[in-house]
């Protein structure tokens, strides 16, 4: 064989198909010389292995890093030839994945965000994001975008990188959406009747971030009552009778609330409020013996109270007796029927009743059977010693009663 300068006649790659990162990969230079030629790599055209006798590169366990194009070139003392270039591209799973948000600064309501994911993968990655393990959405996008981000957007996110080869989860990246106080609500301690001398709190809360600080206003005074998310009065008046209002306010706004009216009760002491009972006692207590006495009273009127089937004529004939009584045949007397006395305190002079029946005397005697009589009751206040010595000086003055049965009872 001819001396002569090597000929190259091309690089060529082991295995043939995908090149997997990790894997055992070898080029070849392929070519002739005489005298033997040395080889040297490159990789964009830069020299990637020193001069050597062999013409194959050989990686062990390529790496990604290890893409790209490379050649050779055959040198011996004739000369020297370049082959032609020969691509590398190494597959891999997803190496890293990176979640961003843009802005970087503050994140405040109603403001347009966007979340980034990036991630080193051969083939290119496919994207999922998360926010707190709850999927929002799949796409081969590495974005996911609020145009009007709210205080519900606020939380944790990342993304899933995912290709043929593996997957990788990225960073955590938190998102906290700043706004203004949402309106406030106002609470009072006690809830029940206020008192006048006892104590009272009013509580402002308000949705805020970051938190709203507090101001206590009184309705149609401009000078605050107080700061702070309580407002105690203590020792309580009627001067403090009115519509109160807090005002909640952060860098990103204010916001107040509604009135809230605070009405304060007059006090009773403990001394007056012993007295009310008391009296309200005493009181059932009279109405009691009131409604006894008054029950008993009745009971004994009705049976001290004649019958209503007869007429009971009633006259005095003390002073000046009807002249028919004193005309009065003596044989006629023993008709007459007298009634019972009886004798009250309240009544100084007795009361005697003189039945006479209506009708013949023959008449009288066959109904004397149905005769009915009355029962008169007086009332004296002297005892009945004396009224036994009045009746003798006053024997001359007496009340008659004349009961006449009615026909047909």
């Given at each position: 064989m001819e001396a002569d300068a090597p000929k190259v006649h091309s690089v060529s790659v082991s295995p043939s198909g995908d090149i997997m990162e990790g894997s055992s990969v070898t080029l070849t230079c392929s070519g002739e010389a005489n005298p033997a030629a040395t080889y040297t790599w490159y990789k964009e055209n830069v020299n990637f292995k020193s001069p050597s006798k062999e013409p194959q590169l050989v990686f062990s366990s390529i790496q990604s890093s290890d893409s790209g194009k490379y050649y050779c070139k055959a040198e011996n003392e004739l000369g020297r030839r370049t082959a032609g270039y020969i691509s590398i591209k190494v597959k891999y799973r997803p190496k890293t994945s990176i979640a961003s948000v843009s802005p970087s600064g503050e994140i405040?309501?109603?403001?347009?965000?966007?979340?980034?994911?990036?991630?080193?993968?051969?083939?290119?990655?496919?994207?999922?994001?998360?926010?707190?393990?709850?999927?929002?959405?799949?796409?081969?996008?590495?974005?996911?975008?609020?145009?009007s981000i709210s205080l519900n957007d606020s939380g944790i996110y990342y993304c899933k990188s995912k290709n043929e080869y593996g997957e990788i989860n990225s960073t955590f990246v938190h998102i906290d959406v700043l706004y203004g106080p949402k309106p406030p609500s106002v609470s009072v301690?006690?809830?029940?009747?206020?008192?006048?001398?006892?104590?009272?709190?009013?509580?402002?809360?308000s949705d805020a971030k970051p938190a709203a600080n507090y101001t206590w206003y009184k309705e149609n005074e401009d000078s605050p009552k107080a700061s702070g998310q309580m407002f105690t009065i203590t020792d309580i008046r009627a001067e403090h009778s009115g519509n109160y209002y807090c005002e909640a306010q952060n860098r990103r706004g204010r916001h107040n609330s509604t009135l809230?009216?605070?009405?304060?009760?007059?006090?009773?002491?403990?001394?007056?409020?012993?007295?009310?009972?008391?009296?309200?006692?005493?009181?059932?207590?009279?109405?009691?013996?009131?409604?006894?006495?008054?029950?008993?009273?009745?009971?004994?009127?009705?049976?001290?109270?004649?019958?209503?089937?007869?007429?009971?004529?009633?006259?005095?004939?003390?002073?000046?007796p009807p002249a028919a009584a004193q005309r009065k045949p003596a044989e006629e007397q023993d008709d007459v029927y007298y009634a019972s006395v009886s004798f009250s305190k309240s009544q100084e002079d007795p009361l005697y009743s003189n039945i006479g029946l209506a009708g013949s005397k023959n008449e009288e005697e066959e109904e004397e059977d149905s005769v009915e009589y009355t029962v008169v009751n007086v009332k004296s206040v002297s005892s009945s010693s004396e009224l036994r010595s009045r009746e003798a000086v006053e024997d001359s003055c007496v009340l008659y009663s004349t009961v006449t049965k009615k026909p047909g009872v």
């Open positions: 405040v309501e109603g403001t347009s965000v966007t979340l980034t994911c990036s991630s080193d993968a051969n083939p290119a990655a496919k994207y999922t994001w998360y926010k707190e393990h709850q999927t929002l959405i799949q796409t081969p996008e590495a974005i996911y975008h609020f145009t301690s006690p809830s029940a009747e206020i008192v006048e001398g006892s104590s009272v709190t009013l509580t402002c809360s809230h009216p605070i009405v304060v009760a007059s006090s009773i002491g403990a001394g007056s409020i012993t007295s009310i009972f008391l009296v309200i006692i005493l009181a059932v207590i009279l109405l009691s013996a009131f409604l006894f006495i008054r029950r008993k009273k009745s009971l004994k009127q009705t049976t001290e109270r004649p019958d209503n089937k007869a007429q009971l004529n009633m006259r005095s004939v003390c002073d000046n």
